[in-house]
Structures are given as structure tokens and as C-alpha cells.
């Protein structure tokens, strides 16, 4: 069965079709009122060097080890022991941390981005406070460990607060998609099973009589004129036996 048959299954089915639309229609709109919108906080930063002097601009040089500080950075912040500690001082939004930000290689890229999703904003906006402090944290203790002079360290330089809440209705849109095409499938489904079952309990059609050619009708005729001409002979025929 092609599209062009479908086609006409549900448009010789118009009304069970459109009754099942409404049921879909209204099931995405119970799905857009039980799914709430969500709230996003994105947060950059960037991982530079420190540089003395008046004629130094730590922007204006980059290099590959500042990529690879933020690669580690950002695989502590990813494990499932750092996810639990955040969970438990209060960063219970989901949290996504990469260094996807820089529009460079993502191997050499100094950028760690930091998006925090959720149905609560506080919650949302506490997470991405609580990531951001905890890449510092993990920047700075992981030099001090290696006893990295201050003046040589590695620092954060914030690009975008991870204080700024926009709301996201991904989740929504996600969900709807899903549901709708699911739904769709399942209705064209129930037409198409419908009508096979109709069909099947349909008793056949007679089949329509086919009609004499004009020749056979002529035929036909003349054959009945003869008889009748017959008839008549015999007829007069009868009454002088008699006699």
C-alpha cells in the first residue's frame, strides 16, 4: 500500500479520520499543559594566563595548555562523584558542562560552557553558581597542589553570568513532537485496519449483467418475428384440419 492508497482509505473514511485528529488534538494539548516550560542558565568562562607588566594581554595569547586545563576541569566536573556533591549543596537542576563554546577545536579551546536546565529557576540559577565555584576551586587546588607559583597560575575570566535565567520550552516542543508522531502513526493505523475489516465483512457485489451487442439484439428480434410468424401459420392451419 502506497501513499496514494492511504490517501484514499482515509478520505473514504473521512469521519472516523477526523474523529481521531480531534482525539490527537486534544491529547497534545493535555501534553503541552502537563509538561512544564523550563528555565536555562548558560555561563562561559575562559581560562587565561596571568601576565605582568603593562604591554602583556593575556587575550592575545593563547596556547594549548590552557585547552588541556580545561579539559580536566571540565572531566572533574562531569564525574558522577562531582555531580553527587553538587546535587547535595543544593544543584539539583540538570547540568551540562563543555568546552564546546570557543567556536574552535574543542581539543585547544580555553572556553568552558556551563548550562544549567530545570523546571525551577532558583534551583537552575543555584546549580550554575555552584558549577562555576566549583571549577575555580578545582582550577586553583589542582595548581596549588603542583605548587605552581601565583604569579604563573592559570585563571578564570568570566564571560557570561551564569546569573541571567531564560525560559526553554525545548521540553515541550520535544514532547509534542513525539507525541504527535506516534499519534499520527496510530491513526492512520486504526483507518487503515478499519476499513480492511469493513471490506472483509462486505458481502460481494452481484455482478452486473452484461448487455447484448447491437448485432445479438438484432438477432433476437428477427428471431422472435419468425416465431410469431410461425405461430400464426399454425394457427390458421388448425381450423382447416377441422373442416
Do not use: C
Amino acid at each position: 500500500m502506497d501513499a496514494l492508497d492511504v490517501f484514499r482509505v482515509l478520505r473514504r473514511r473521512w469521519k472516523l479520520t477526523a474523529l481521531l485528529l480531534a482525539g490527537l488534538v486534544l491529547l497534545l494539548g493535555a501534553v503541552a499543559f502537563a509538561v512544564p516550560q523550563q528555565y536555562r542558565a548558560t555561563s562561559l568562562t575562559m581560562v587565561l594566563r596571568q601576565y605582568g607588566g603593562q604591554d602583556r594581554n593575556p587575550f592575545a595569547a593563547v596556547d594549548r595548555a590552557q585547552g588541556q586545563a580545561a579539559v580536566v576541569v571540565i572531566a572533574v566536573l562531569n564525574s558522577q562523584q562531582t555531580r553527587r556533591e553538587l546535587a547535595a549543596q543544593g544543584g539539583t537542576a540538570a547540568l551540562e558542562v563543555s568546552n564546546e563554546g570557543g567556536g574552535v577545536s574543542t581539543t585547544d579551546s580555553p572556553f568552558i560552557t556551563v548550562i544549567a536546565t530545570g523546571v525551577n529557576e532558583a534551583a537552575v540559577r543555584k546549580t550554575g553558581q555552584l558549577a562555576m565555584q566549583r571549577i575555580k576551586d578545582e582550577l586553583k587546588r589542582r595548581q596549588d597542589t603542583l605548587l605552581v607559583p601565583v604569579e604563573q597560575q592559570l585563571t578564570l575570566n568570566e564571560v557570561l553570568s551564569p546569573n541571567e535565567v531564560s525560559t526553554t520550552r525545548a521540553g515541550q516542543l520535544r514532547a509534542l513532537g513525539i507525541t504527535g508522531g506516534i499519534g499520527l502513526i496510530i491513526v492512520v493505523l486504526t483507518v487503515i485496519l478499519v476499513d480492511r475489516r469493513g471490506n472483509r465483512n462486505r458481502p460481494p457485489a452481484p455482478e452486473p449483467e452484461s448487455k447484448p451487442s447491437p448485432r445479438k439484439r438484432l438477432q433476437d428480434s428477427d428471431a422472435e418475428v419468425t416465431e410469431h410468424i410461425k405461430l400464426a401459420e399454425v394457427a390458421e392451419v388448425r381450423p382447416q384440419e377441422r373442416q
